[in-house]
Nanobody, 123 residues
């Protein structure tokens, strides 16, 4: 069992930055692929970014070049640095863990989820 706890959300003006963190419990964090998703009101949960244990990172087209996913396996933590934020980035952001060495972009492919953290970008 893995428990994920996100932090770092908040209110920011367009063009600003926020950094999200997701702390994971368990001793096998480094074996999981980790992802970030977001869900805006009235919309489906959508893929934002993902990375395996180490190596390549993957991004949605809408955030590529502005967001950066990273992880510290020693601290059981995954991060999402968000720069040049836009009002359309407003959503609840979730981190997710997949019991696999491979990343995925579909929510149903992930096994564990955090409770989410609100990100609001004002225009």
């Amino acid at each position: 069992q893995v428990q994920l706890v996100e932090s770092g959300g908040g209110l920011v003006q367009a063009g600003g930055s926020l950094s999200l963190s997701c702390a994971a419990s368990g001793r096998t964090f480094s074996n999981y692929a980790m992802g970030w998703f977001r869900q805006a009101p009235g919309k489906e949960r959508e893929f934002v970014a993902a990375m395996p244990r180490s190596g390549n990172t993957y991004y949605a087209v809408s955030v590529k070049g502005r967001f950066t996913i990273s992880r510290d396996n020693a601290k059981n933590t995954v991060y999402l640095q968000m720069n040049s934020l836009k009002p359309e980035d407003t959503a609840v952001y979730y981190c997710a863990a997949r019991v696999s060495v491979l990343v995925a972009s579909t929510p149903s492919d992930y096994d564990y989820w955090g409770q989410g953290t609100q990100v609001t970008v004002s225009s």
